[in-house]
């Protein structure tokens, strides 16, 4: 049976040719060749968010994001060599250099675009019979209007753009420097220890000095060294994994998820998200996550690491080491930019324990749903079985997805804002890095967006500033057509938003 695959490798067909399979979300590339996806995702940051004053709406672009994005959609780059001799004189120290942000304020009076102008504009591009099934909705940030809608309240599979309700919900429920413990304490016997598990999937078992998959992130060694300085000879690790409870795998979740590298079980405490090959993004994962853990906490200290087993820690027992992630806007950007589905499940799980639903798939997506309502945003239309995307059984209608992004980029919503830095930007960042360099150009380095990917599905949500100044969020939602036809119809959609003054 052929699998299918969103890491560039493309939609695929099963054996007998009688249907597609899907594409889960996390791997969004652009371009193809003889029918088969090609590219890859990056993780690196560009821009910041800007501030607002009163209805104001500034948009993250300074000089040096400026200048970036036209060497890099260029294709050139420029190296300065500075050079001196012997007898160079060498000047005093200048003066410190204090930088201004340089950022680019949208003009209070950019004028909106009148909605049948901008309906005329975009006639012909969301005609593309590309696009397939499509749905979608446009709104001028500034005001909350919607300038444009296609069928906006049709629920359509989401892929990927499903992390645009998971990012929300953890904006407006959590801190932002929320960070999770990973602990030791000790076992019921002498030369046992229990790994209790919090819910982080980033930890790393690396080499001292290396990176693990996600930089910066808690070390296996550290919490060996804290234990070994304890004095404590430890001969038996136990892996306490109780914080989170359920099936690890969720409805509409296929099987061989798992070892094609897309998703871990959702266990509540992993290595590198669970990944095999730990700095390869695309690795399969490890259908024991949480045991891994403890099998490198084990040899760490110089135990067996087949001797480690599932149990549960004693109340009261002595503390012994702790790790912590970063805190969660660390791990929010890290999700949107990359699509990861693990953090985005882990994530959805944080907001559930705190506030109070089952740490469980069910809880998690209850807690997100309630958390956005609390915020006065309409769900209605909305089934969601995960919070990554993964599933096929999720249903979002554009509305949702471009209300959201229209409350973080307008002036009424502050915890939302951060949103608006975490999504990829058009030709440089994350998971559209690689598009928007040869179709829809015009969309470069101005559509900020989060993508999604199925083997029918791919989704664009984000925001565009257009050539008047005026910001613009969309939610597109295209089903039943491959992503090498339909993103590149996206894309061009999202060009015409940056083109069109539109009065």
Not at 164 to 173: E, Q, R, S, Y
Request: glycine residues 12%; contains cysteine.
């Amino acid at each position: 049976m052929v699998r299918r695959k969103d890491n560039g490798r493309g939609a695929s067909l099963d054996d007998a040719g009688t249907g597609p399979r899907r594409r889960p979300p996390g791997r969004e590339c652009a371009g193809h060749s003889g029918g088969v996806l090609a590219g890859q995702e990056k993780i690196k940051k560009q821009g910041s968010l800007v501030t607002r004053r009163r209805r104001n709406i500034r948009i993250l672009f300074g000089i040096w994001a400026a200048g970036f994005l036209a060497l890099v959609v260029g294709g050139a780059f420029a190296v300065y060599d500075v050079r001196t001799t012997a007898s160079a004189t060498i000047a005093p120290a200048p003066a410190p250099v204090v930088a201004d942000p340089a950022v680019a304020p949208v003009a209070d009076d950019a004028p909106a675009p009148v909605p049948a102008a901008l309906a005329a504009a975009l006639d012909a591009a969301v005609k593309n019979p590309a696009l397939g099934s499509f749905t979608g909705s446009v709104t001028d940030a500034a005001t909350g209007t919607v300038l444009w809608s296609q069928d906006p309240d049709r629920p359509m599979t989401p892929a990927s753009t499903t992390k645009i309700l998971t990012t929300a919900a953890a904006l407006l429920g959590l801190p932002s420097d929320h960070r999770i413990t990973t602990r030791v304490v000790e076992g019921s016997r002498p030369g046992e220890i229990v790994l209790v598990a919090g819910g982080d999937p980033t930890l790393t078992a690396q080499p001292v000095g290396e990176d693990g998959f996600y930089p910066g992130g808690p070390r296996i060694a550290d919490l060996a060294q804290q234990i070994q300085r304890s004095g404590a000879v430890v001969d038996t690790v136990v892996v306490d994994v109780g914080i989170f409870s359920g099936d690890p795998l969720a409805v509409g979740w296929d099987a061989t998820d798992v070892g094609d590298g897309f998703v871990a079980p959702i266990e509540p405490v992993m290595l590198d998200g669970g990944r095999l090959r730990p700095l390869e993004d695309e690795s399969p994962r490890s259908a024991t996550p949480a045991l891994d853990a403890g099998r490198a906490l084990a040899a760490a200290l110089g135990a067996d690491p087949e001797k480690v087993t599932i149990g549960t820690a004693s109340p009261g027992t002595a503390p012994m080491a702790s790790v912590q992630s970063a805190p969660l806007r660390t791990r929010l950007e890290q999700m949107v930019q990359h699509s990861d589905n693990v953090l985005a499940e882990t994530i959805g799980r944080e907001i559930a324990i705190s506030s109070g639903s089952a740490p469980t798939f069910t809880g998690a997506v209850e807690a997100v749903t309630r958390t956005l309502q609390g915020a006065g945003i309409d769900t209605s239309g909305v089934t969601l079985q995960d919070l990554s995307g993964l599933s096929l059984d999720n249903r979002i209608p554009a509305r949702v997805l471009d209300s959201i992004v229209a409350r973080a980029a307008g002036p009424d919503a502050p915890a939302l804002r951060p949103m608006l830095d975490y999504l990829p930007v058009a030709g440089a960042t994350g998971t559209l890095s690689d598009r928007y360099g040869t179709t829809a150009r015009a969309g470069a380095g101005w559509v900020r967006a989060k993508t999604g990917t199925l083997s029918l599905v791919s989704g664009l949500t984000g925001y565009v500033v257009d050539v008047d100044g005026r910001v613009l969020t969309f939610a597109l939602m295209s089903n039943d057509r491959f992503p090498n036809e339909a993103r590149p119809a996206l894309d061009d959609v999202a060009a015409v938003l940056r083109g069109c003054g539109c009065r």
